[in-house]
Each structure stands twice: as structure tokens, then as C-alpha cells.
């Protein structure tokens, strides 16, 4: 049997989606051959650590091609099958959201899941796994269709039953081999779009960390306290709440600290707002940064903060507790089948920006619970979100489809 797989993505690497590269790195020694491929390059800075440029070299870019690799793939599609090219075609026509945008994405996803097809019976790659339901998962199941090899993908959040990518979801699963879902409230979401006679082949495969590339803590010692948020700056993040929870937080505590590592669309706006606040002085906004130095700043934090008001299973809330730092997260989607209220962390109420002050400061004044939350979060994390264990569970799971095709 053969352990070749292919992984596509919207844009690999990409600095918010490194667990995608530390699967790739665990199923290569769990002794895959692993062919990545991307719809586009990644962007400036994205690829900033060296393993995310050698992982840039060796992946195959749809977009970078010629158009007149685009026109060859398409012409060698057609004379090969007809049927197939013109049923496919068919497909991307139904599978797209309604209207002109939705039609001529579905013609641009055809497009690219011919040239796709061939680089992947070229390579003789017998399964294709995408990370997210979303428009390159289109890519990759029109591209299967047209190259005769099985496929899958991993869902994550809350993002892909929303429109667009929710219209197209149910389908997805059924045309799936195997659905992987980082988090059970996930695979439930997948559930309730699709017949019972589907259910068995959707799987719960969390997200992991490689445990001996985390640094080592670094708590502060002195009378200032620091919180660190991790993401994206963009609406569904929830930081302009965390903000107003931060000013309720500086009035009793004028020695506190609010870093804010990522970038997006709200960084302007949220720069105003800690401006009309008043504690512009005391939030610092630290970009984007690469794998390695965000680890280096929750490590030296003293306590990390999602206030998300949709997320899948982060993987910065299992960063920081593997690393010992205390976490506060909105109780939504998977968070709380990783933290665990009172336990492994502390949780507030989505869009309750009082209830979150109030779980800062309880952390921050009850020494006995931050002493056990820090002690035992370690331990949930190494339990459940290991990379290592979740690839030795997609390896099982990529071997059923490889068996199928050679039957």
C-alpha cells in the first residue's frame, strides 16, 4: 500500500496556521510521503522561520503556474475524459454560492483543480486531504473528481458552516472518504448537514503541539503583570471587548500590561479605541511575528486572553498551557473541551466584557488557583493535543481510502 498523500491549502505556510506544517512534519515521521500544495504563495512574512521556507520550496503553487500550463492541463483533462471533465465541470457549476461571484468562482475553481489534477497523477499520489471547508477544499474535491483519487479535509471552526463555505459543507462530507474534525462540538456541526449513513466516516483528530520545540517560561518577578492576546486583529476576534475589560481591569491595577501579537483589518480601529479608553499607554500592539518569537511572548506573559466570539480549537490556548501560562477564553464552539473551567483554566461569558474583567482579576489575585491552573494545564494538553499522536491517528484513517483505490 502506499503512504502518499497530498496536502492543499488556501496558502501554506502561513504564520496563523502552523499546526498545518507540524502535521506535515509528524506524518513524515510517521513515514508519509507527504506532496503540499498551495492556491497561492505565501505572503510577505509569512514564511519567516527557516522550516516554513524549506516547506515554501518544496510546494507545488497553483497560482504561480503559466497560463500555458493552465490551457495544457485542461486540454489533457478533456481528450483523456470527456465524461469526467464535463461531469466535473458540472459539479463546480452546482457546488459554488449563488449569484455572478459565486458562478465565476466556480469556473476559477475548475480552473484550477484541472492543473491541480494533473500535477497529481503525475506525482502518483492516491489521496488529497485539504485543511478548512473552504473555497481551496472546492479546489481539491473538483480535482479529485477529475484525477480518480480519494479525498478529505479537516474542519475546524465555525467559519465553515457560516456563508459562504456552509452552503456547500453537507456536500463536502458526503463527497468526502473521511472528514477529521479538530473538536467534537466541530464534528457535531458536520453532523446535523449530512444522513446517519455518513456519521461513521467524520472522526475527531485534534490539533497538536511538538512538545520539545516549546521554550521554557519565563514569569515575571516584579509588581507589573502582563496579558498577552494571540491573533488575527479582525471582528470575530473580540479584542475590541478585551480592551474595555482591560480599562475596567487598570483602574485597581495601574501596573498592568496588554499585548496585542497579530494584524488584520481592526488594527486601526483598535488603536482608537485604546485611545479613547485612556490606556493607550499601557497596550502595545506587536504585529505579526513568526512562530518561535510568539511563542517568546506568551511565554514571558503572565496570563493569555481569547476573547473570541467564534473560534475552532485554538492552538495559542494550547501554547500557553502547555507552556504553564494561565488562560481566560470565551466559552464557545471547542474551547471548553480543552479548558477546563476552574481547572485547566478560566472561562467567561461570549461578549460579557464584565464577566471577563472579573476572570482576569480572579486569576490575577487568587494565588492558590493560579499556582493549580498553571500546574495542571500541562498535563491536559500533553494528554489530548500531541502532534504526534493526532498523526499516528490520521495515518490509520489515510490508510482505509488507500486501501479502497487498490481494491
Given amino acids: 500500500m502506499s503512504r502518499r498523500v497530498a496536502y492543499l491549502t488556501s496558502q501554506y505556510p502561513a504564520a496563523s496556521h502552523t499546526f498545518i506544517r507540524r502535521e506535515v512534519e509528524a506524518l513524515r515521521?510517521?513515514?508519509w510521503t507527504v506532496e503540499t500544495f498551495s492556491i497561492r504563495p505565501p505572503g510577505r512574512g509569512e514564511a519567516a522561520s527557516a522550516r516554513d521556507r524549506a516547506e515554501e520550496a518544496g510546494t507545488f503553487y497553483v497560482l504561480r503556474q503559466s497560463a500555458l500550463s493552465f490551457l495544457g492541463a485542461h486540454v489533457a483533462s478533456l481528450l483523456g475524459s470527456p465524461g469526467r471533465y464535463f461531469r466535473t465541470l458540472g459539479l463546480s457549476l452546482t457546488h459554488r454560492a449563488p449569484g455572478l461571484r459565486g458562478l465565476l468562482l466556480g469556473l476559477a475553481h475548475f480552473a484550477e483543480s484541472a492543473l491541480l489534477a494533473r500535477e497529481l497523477k503525475r506525482r502518483q499520489v492516491p489521496h488529497l486531504h485539504n485543511h478548512f471547508a473552504n473555497s481551496a477544499a472546492t479546489v481539491g474535491l473538483l480535482a479529485s473528481r477529475l484525477s480518480g483519487i480519494s479525498w478529505s479535509f479537516t474542519m475546524h471552526g465555525i467559519s465553515e458552516t457560516d456563508f459562504p463555505a456552509g452552503l456547500?459543507?453537507?456536500r463536502k462530507i458526503e463527497a468526502a472518504t473521511l472528514v477529521a474534525c479538530v473538536s467534537w462540538f466541530g464534528r457535531a456541526q458536520g453532523l446535523r448537514l449530512v444522513g446517519p449513513e455518513h456519521w461513521d466516516k467524520v472522526h475527531v483528530v485534534r490539533c497538536g503541539l511538538p512538545f520539545d520545540r516549546l521554550p521554557a517560561r519565563v514569569p515575571s518577578d516584579g509588581p507589573s503583570k502582563t496579558i498577552v492576546c494571540v491573533g488575527r486583529l479582525s471582528p470575530e476576534k473580540g479584542q475590541h471587548g478585551l480592551l474595555e475589560a482591560f480599562a475596567r481591569l487598570r483602574e485597581a491595577r495601574p501596573n498592568?500590561?496588554?499585548?496585542?501579537?497579530g494584524d488584520g483589518p481592526d488594527h486601526a480601529s483598535l488603536e482608537a479605541h485604546a485611545n479613547r479608553l485612556g490606556i493607550a499607554d499601557a497596550v502595545t500592539f506587536a504585529g505579526r511575528l513568526p512562530e518561535e518569537e510568539t511563542l517568546a511572548e506568551i511565554a514571558r506573559s503572565d496570563l493569555l486572553v481569547l476573547p473570541s466570539f467564534m473560534e475552532g480549537l485554538p492552538?495559542?490556548?494550547?501554547?500557553?498551557?502547555?507552556?504553564?501560562?494561565?488562560?481566560?477564553?470565551?466559552?464557545?464552539?471547542?474551547?471548553?473541551?480543552?479548558?477546563?473551567?476552574?481547572?485547566?483554566?478560566l472561562l467567561f461569558e461570549p461578549s460579557n466584557w464584565a464577566d471577563l474583567a472579573g476572570k482576569i482579576e480572579r486569576l490575577l489575585s487568587d494565588e492558590q488557583l493560579?499556582?493549580?491552573i498553571t500546574a495542571n494545564a500541562p498535563a491536559k494538553v500533553k494528554a489530548e493535543f500531541d502532534t504526534l499522536k493526532s498523526a499516528a491517528r490520521l495515518s490509520e484513517l489515510f490508510k482505509q481510502p488507500a486501501k479502497r483505490i487498490a481494491s
Fill in 29 to 31: 515521521q510517521e513515514g
Fill in 315 to 345: 492552538i495559542v490556548l494550547m501554547e500557553a498551557m502547555a507552556l504553564g501560562v494561565p488562560v481566560v477564553a470565551s466559552q464557545v464552539a471547542g474551547i471548553p473541551e480543552l479548558v477546563e473551567h476552574g481547572s485547566t483554566g
Fill in 370 to 372: 493560579y499556582a493549580s
Fill in 256 to 261: 498592568l500590561q496588554l499585548r496585542l501579537v
Fill in 168 to 170: 456547500m459543507l453537507g
